[in-house]
């Protein structure tokens, strides 16, 4: 025990030098791991202390449909038996907002929320002039309104906007609101008015989505009974209840998952840095041959030398790990303070400290020693088959045949690699599947690598000596060139596909607008409105637009051959429980074709029919002649499906429908009307178009197509950007990787280059040699990646995202360029220094 | 002490065999000093390995202090070594990354053997180089390399040393004093020692030389005799 220790200690004296690169292979990943669990953590932590504020009271009771006289008996009922409890009302709705100034020919889509003077229970408004918050602010027609709202409209505070019929007096700029959730999907800027107010501006007409909220405090005891006493009795009126507790539960489920998720990223780069510790530990058992060979003939047995070189991977790794903790400490503490405000204003609390968190360091610690130990444990193994016989015959070759032993640990290796990215991602499923699509890139672009290498080995047979020794080097008796294929080539294969999925993206978008499809969409106009509208927009635009009728229903049972749901819950218990949008007509659009059944002639039939889209069909199990129960308006009315239609989503000139009844069944219901048509292309004559909509049918939103592709491409924008940065950590493993194989095999080409030199080689044609060397292999590694991510994209584009295929030529040349570029430099300038050297002393050292 | 029966070793050249030891007898008792001389590749070497359990041999038995070890596992004979054999080559193989008196210390630290470092210090003193004790292989001249290699095959006071041309890499005043050093090492300790060389002139002062060529061994007249019959 005392030998290997020492052994230990006195071989990394020796050679932690060489070994240096080892640690930050395992030290990128390691980092990656413990900086992005640690910034989730520190958020979950900071949030967990806010989640009354994200609801701004303790119990919020909501509905989409304005309040029943059912649904609000049964709460008055509940709530007024608690003895200590305050209530407040609060809508939020989507809606159109415009500057007073008609000189200014712009209109918005805000998130306009009304609150009532007990507003919020919990949390509290930070105003941008740094003022305290008092509902004052926003009684008798006032508003308080986000910094973006501003600019889009090009407003200031003291300035008037209008919503709806009503004037509102800006009287603030708000940067945080209590209650305002996370991350919630939101249709534009929040504009915050008087709950009375908004109930004046005639918004709130039919169909118009908002969701009205009754927001409660309560002491603490009270919260969970009080939820599952209003839950019960509320399900079937459509009322969703909750309490800050189930959003805290959802937040803290949300973030374990992003951090597991996320963390599997670190995971993919420490794997990455754990080809690259293979890769040094091969060559550093080739260089260890003799030393070992010489302990044998001195009486250690192969166990005590594995032992000594097992322990020392465990240390080295150990230091990789800590540099890597290191590395991410220094990086979070470097976080510039605008960011990190940015980051805790989206995850909605006052301050975040971005420090390493003890659970991510053990995390991180535990990762690379693992992936260490796991990954050097072959090579090592090789060091039992080294034979002390070594020491008087140098040609004796020892083959190391692959007994049980190495059987066993390339089992181990798998089975260890699965269950750390389970353990990482806290699910075997993930796991697996991490662990399974790494291994299927890893195989798929490794085959490449070997066949590109040898179709380039024909060059080999060249004339000129440098391009021939280059090409040779490469295929080598321990050279590296798969290691770095399949590393650099792995790092480019994520860059340059993410890049070309998102050129593929982005061109099927463009498409989209280059046809005559709507950019712009219209909904709540009303039945009293049509005219007008039309009327607009077929002065501005030329063409009269069509006008849907739309109507939200739920289906609340089916009575059917194969299924029988007889209440909305049992619905829900199906998946079908959300509120749909529904229309009715006599004729099927151009998008629309039946699969099934038959549809209704234009005279209509004489009872309700409806058309269900083909997933509905599926996902209820339903017949033709089946009947399904909707609940509209209020009303339950039941309708037989009588065909089954297949819809192409792809086509939105006439709009989508789940479900299509046919005529007659809703034609004295009251209902509003939505349309999809195609703005005029200037921008003035847009804004124009849209403010003169929003002044003269003010409960109208219009939402212009053009916007939301700019923020889908934002969106995209930043995807790109964030996994372009883990292609570019895996891109610096894979150049660690070449500067550490080349560090290793330095002392092999110094050898080389002396006895080349001896012979007459000049410096110059030694240059070339490395530039044609790295160059080649450069070139091959971005070819690698370059016809991975072809697949990729190809693969994305016709199986997942559904949009046309396009080889994005110019991506792939670039990255592949680059690729070449990055590692013929990096690869030439970690080699020069051994053409620095005099030839002679580099054959007396041998 | 060291005993070979019918000991012969075949290797597979291409796809040929081809003989290095032709089957021999040889018995070595202890305290002896037996040189083994001939040409390049005449099988000295190999035979040397095979004394060493460095390599099996294909026929034959050899026992080495009563223990037949041709049947033994890699590990045992490591052990085996660590304990009877040390072993000097003509390339000194120490190991690089040791400093001179942990290169002397391994085998004791191995052997787990007790006032460890105070026996390498005093093996270093009795090789002469007590001085360069904290130099790495590299600052110390090949003399000095193979000296210290010396103390380092004496560390566990091995009944046998067996050297495998240890002044082949050295100059002539080196190589002398190294020749010194082994017939000390013999006289003092009695230490039973077979050297492997080319050189006749350094196999002349030992007890029994063996000549081999092509793989067979040939008993030359011990060496006093042979100085009276010159």
């Given amino acids: ?846 | 002490m060291i005993e070979l029966r019918n000991v012969s070793k075949t290797v597979l050249s291409g796809n040929a065999p081809l003989t290095i030891v032709q089957p021999l007898d040889l018995t070595v008792s202890s305290g002896q000093y037996v040189s083994i001389v001939g040409p390049s590749g005449s099988g000295k070497s190999t035979l040397l390995g095979l004394i060493a359990g460095l390599d099996a041999p294909t026929t034959g038995e050899i026992v080495i202090d009563g223990v037949e070890i041709s049947g033994l596992e890699e590990d045992a004979l490591a052990r085996l070594r660590g304990r009877k054999i040390g072993i000097v080559f003509q390339f000194f193989h120490l190991v690089p990354s040791l400093t001179a008196f942990e290169n002397v210390l391994v085998p004791l630290e191995i052997a787990g053997a007790p006032h460890a470092s105070d026996r390498a210090a005093a093996l270093l003193s009795e090789v002469g180089l007590d001085d360069r004790a904290g130099h790495y292989p590299a600052q110390l001249s090949g003399g000095e390399q193979q000296r210290i290699a010396i103390a380092r095959a004496l560390a566990n006071e091995p009944p046998i040393l067996l050297a495998d041309e240890p002044t082949g890499n050295l100059d002539s005043a080196n190589g002398r004093h190294i020749v010194e050093l082994l017939h000390r090492v013999n006289r003092s300790r009695g230490t039973t020692i077979v050297l492997v060389t080319h050189d006749s002139e350094l196999a002349s002062g030992t007890d029994v030389t063996l000549r081999m060529r092509d793989g067979r061994t040939e008993r030359l007249a011990p060496a006093p005799l042979r100085e009276v019959l010159a």
């Fill in chain 1, 1 to 846: 025990m005392t030998f290997v220790l020492r052994m230990v200690g006195r071989e990394l004296r020796a050679s932690w030098r060489r070994l240096a690169f080892f640690f930050v292979c395992v030290a990128v990943g390691v980092s990656a791991i413990v900086a992005l669990r640690s910034v989730i953590q520190q958020v979950g932590v900071a949030m967990a202390g806010e989640t009354r504020a994200l609801l701004a009271a303790d119990v919020q009771i909501e509905s989409e449909q304005p309040w029943s006289e059912a649904a609000l008996a049964i709460v008055d009922g509940i709530l007024g038996a608690e003895p200590e409890l305050s209530r407040t009302l609060s809508i939020e709705t989507p809606t159109m907002a415009r500057p007073a100034d008609e000189s200014k020919v712009v209109a918005r889509v805000v998130e306009l929320r009304g609150v009532q003077a007990a507003f919020p229970f919990y949390g509290s408004f930070v105003l941008e002039d740094g003022r305290a918050y008092d509902h004052g602010l926003l009684a008798g027609g006032g508003a308080l309104v986000r910094p973006e709202l501003l600019t889009q409209l090009d407003v200031a505070v003291g300035d008037d906007i209008l919503i709806g019929d009503r004037g509102f007096e800006i009287r603030g700029v708000v940067l945080r609101e209590p209650g305002g959730g996370i991350g919630a999907f939101s249709f534009g800027p929040r504009v915050l008015i008087d709950y009375d107010d908004l109930l004046e501006t005639g918004l709130l007409t039919l169909g118009t989505r908002a969701e009205r909220q009754i927001l409660v405090r309560v002491p603490e005891p009270r919260v969970d009974p009080l939820v599952a006493s209003l839950r019960e009795p509320l399900r079937d009126e459509f009322v969703r209840v909750r309490s800050y507790r189930n959003t805290e539960d959802r937040i803290a489920r949300n973030l374990s998952r992003a951090e597991d998720y996320l963390s599997l990223i670190g995971f993919v780069v420490v794997v990455l840095g754990g080809i690259g510790v293979w890769s040094v530990t091969r060559v550093f058992v080739q260089q260890r041959v003799r030393s070992v060979a010489v302990l044998k003939c001195l009486g250690a047995t192969s166990r005590q030398v594995l032992a000594v070189y097992v322990a020392q991977v465990a240390i080295l790794g150990l230091g990789g790990a800590l540099l890597g903790v290191a590395l991410a400490a220094g990086g979070l503490a470097s976080l510039p303070s605008s960011l990190t405000a940015q980051a805790a204003a989206v995850a909605g609390v006052e301050d975040l400290s971005y420090g390493v968190t003890g659970s991510a360091v053990v995390q991180g610690l535990g990762v690379g020693v693992l992936v260490s130990l796991l990954f050097a444990l072959g090579p090592l193994l090789e060091m039992r088959s080294i034979k002390p016989l070594a020491l008087i015959r140098w040609n004796l070759i020892t083959v190391a045949a692959r007994d049980w032993v190495q059987w066993t640990v390339v089992g181990a290796l798998a089975a260890g690699l699965v269950a750390l990215a389970s353990w990482q991602a806290a699910s075997w499923e993930a796991g697996l599947w991490v662990c399974g699509g790494f291994a299927a890139v890893a195989a798929v672009l490794h085959a490449v690598g070997r066949t590109l290498v040898r179709l380039v080995q024909p060059l080999g047979a060249g004339a000129r000596f440098a391009v021939r020794h280059a090409v040779l080097n490469m295929g080598r008796p321990g050279n590296q060139t798969r290691v770095i294929l399949l590393a650099v080539g792995l790092g480019s294969f994520f860059v340059i596909g993410i890049h070309a999925v998102q050129a593929n993206l982005l061109g099927a978008f463009a498409l989209e607008i280059r046809e005559d499809s709507p950019d712009m969409f219209l909904i709540d106009v009303q039945q009293d409105q049509q005219a007008g509208v039309r009327e607009l927009i077929e002065e501005r635009t030329g063409d009269a637009p069509s006008l849907i009728p739309v109507l939200r229903a739920r289906v609340t049972g089916v009575d059917g051959r194969r299924t029988q749901l007889d209440s909305a819950r049992a619905v829900r218990r199906r998946g079908a429980g959300r509120e749909f949008t529904v229309t009715y007509r006599d004729r099927l659009e151009a998008n629309e074709r039946v699969v099934e059944g038959a549809f209704w002639g234009p005279a209509g039939p004489a009872r309700p029919e409806v058309s269900v889209e083909e997933s509905i069909r599926d996902r209820l199990d339903l017949a033709m002649g089946d009947v399904l129960r909707f609940r509209v308006l209020g009303r339950d009315i039941r309708a037989t499906v009588s065909s089954v239609r297949a819809v192409d989503w792809d086509d939105s000139r006439s709009g989508g429908f789940m479900f299509l009844f046919s005529p007659g069944v809703f034609d004295r219901a009251p209902h509003s009307f939505i349309s999809f048509l195609r703005g005029p292309p200037e921008t003035t004559a847009r804004a124009r178009l849209q403010r003169d909509l929003v002044a003269g049918f003010p409960n109208v939103s219009v939402i212009d197509g053009l916007e939301v592709i700019a923020t889908v491409r934002r969106i995209l924008d930043y995807v790109t950007l964030a996994i372009t940065m883990v292609g570019g950590i895996a891109i610096v493993s894979g150049v660690l990787i070449l500067v550490g194989s080349v560090a290793m095999t330095k002392y092999q080409r110094r050898y080389e280059t002396a006895i080349f030199q001896t012979l007459g080689a000049t410096r110059r044609s030694l240059v070339t040699m490395l530039v044609v060397e790295y160059g080649t292999l450069g070139v091959l590694a971005g070819a690698v990646g370059s016809i991975g991510a072809l697949g990729l994209t190809w693969g994305l584009s016709r199986h997942l995202l559904d949009i046309e295929w396009n080889a994005a030529p110019l991506v792939n040349l670039g990255g592949m360029l680059l690729t070449a570029l990055v590692v013929g430099s990096v690869g030439v300038a970690a080699s020069l220094d051994v053409l620095r050297r005099k030839p002679l002393g580099t054959l007396r050292a041998e």
